[in-house]
């Protein structure tokens, strides 16, 4: 008997299913073994060496005591926990406690074609990843253990630091402080109404060969200027009209499809997260933890079938769409997150069936040819020889035209955050959707209308849990694996909360903040050396940076600082 041991019991029967006799499929229920809750730090620094102090998990007892039984029965023991440094360690963490010779497999998506291909090819666990999990683990222990004790201070509501939770927070708490300083500045901007055809309006840009930017603030000088520029000449500077091409997106990874389902979906991460693990196991997705936007060959000719049987020629490129990797660091092994099988609709509900066709649609989205845009400015000179510098006011219009919406075609990419809607919350600095006649240079124009609109500054915008794991991907911050739980931490604590979709630091995050950016600056609570850090972990996976080596500096890093605000004693040494 072959013993297949995977995290989930909901995978065990499907592939069962793709096996057949001679295999047994069980369960560990995901983590077996971890650092315990209680009873101190738990890790042994000695002599360049870190040990880790692992436990059996309580929880965990009836699935060892299966496995264990099982596993006496099997002449082979087949580790296929999930395809990353988490699987990676769990299967590790199986072997330890069964004590017997196992092999790793990994299953990038539950298919029949991709389970029997991965079982054909055993591998030894990967050491290397093993250790970059127990760095990550350790890590995090210590920073916990080492910085939480400090914050007391601040009174019992401050529960915990984590070492990416705070720099997370600290993105939030940064952002609240600028719009706490910000001051408003009320100003005006002429807009010019044109009668065309067709009807467009411009703004002016440039007075007196300066930019204009928020000079005028006098509501009598506004009036004075719009009276001043009726009388005068006005004649098309310059005329421009630009073809551009709008590229398809690529194919969800995790970060990118919490981001599309909190904009499109209003679903928040951890959500999103429990429905694709959902969507995995039920074989209708590849792998959800995946930071890497490649694509097995199959998987784009089957899309490419189906643009070509659904679309218009026009719409499927001459050759397959290549999407370069935006993170250095991505996994190449791991695909995009796409479906399994195009051909075929699952049958879903909800959110569920919601969240299927975001994943379907950007898949088909990312092998289809590119949008075409026509862009039209026009800058129209206001008096153009009153001024010795050229025109005294210089007014611009833009317009975009849609040529051929390409992947549009199944949606807007839906990463981006929604824009408002028109009517009293629109947006009044979005660009024109609208075709713009394109005049010559020199051409007499004369406004049918000329208005000074009063605006006011604004402050930058708080995050939402969108753009906020869009921030920490762009900074390198964590894995996009756990920005659901970082998300889940710093609301269910009170550090943060979330109004109309808007991430707004309290009272308490801003003082935890403060307190952690004065006692630990330079450390864990700076992007820069987060994503070092990040960096460093990828390069202990990849073999090339002893693990032990990079916690123990780490540590005692953390450890000068927490002393230095008011933690007593050692607790890194081994006792």
Known sequence: MRLVIVESPNKTAKIKGFLGPGYQVAASFGHVRDLPINGGLAVGFHDGRVEPRYVPLEKASRAIAQLTSLAAKAEEILLATDPDREGEAIAWHIAQILGRPCRRVAFHAITKNAVQAALAKPRDIDQHLVDAQQARRVLDRVVGWLVSPTLRRLGKEAKSAGRVQSVALRLVADREREIQAFNKVDYFTLIATFAGPPKFQAELIRWKGEPLGQRITDPAIAEKTVAWCLKQEWRVLAAKRLEVAKNPPPPFTTATVQQAASVKLKLDPAMTMKLLQSLFEAGHITYHRTDSVALEPEAIAAARAIIARDHPPAYLPAQP?????????????????????????????????????????????????????????????????????????????????VLFDGWRKLGADATEEAKPKKGKNADEDAPTSKPLPLLEPGSALSPSDLTGKRKATKPPPRYTQASLIKKLEAEGIGRPSTYAAIMKVILERAYVIEEKRMLQATELGLSMTDFLVHHFAGDFIERDYTRRMEEALDSVARGETPWEGLVTRAAHGVLAKAQAAGLRGNPLVDG
């Open 321 to 401: 769409v290549v999407h370069g990797q935006k993170n250095a660091n991505a996994q190449e092994a791991h695909e995009a997150i796409r479906p399994t099988h195009l051909e075929e609709q699952p049958a879903l509900g909800g959110a569920e069936a919601d969240l299927y066709r975001l994943i379907h649609d950007r898949f088909l989205a990312c092998q289809m040819a590119p949008g075409r845009d026509a862009v039209t400015t026009l800058d129209i000179a206001c008096a153009p020889t009153a001024h010795a510098g050229g025109p005294m006011g210089v007014f611009q219009a833009k317009g975009v035209v």
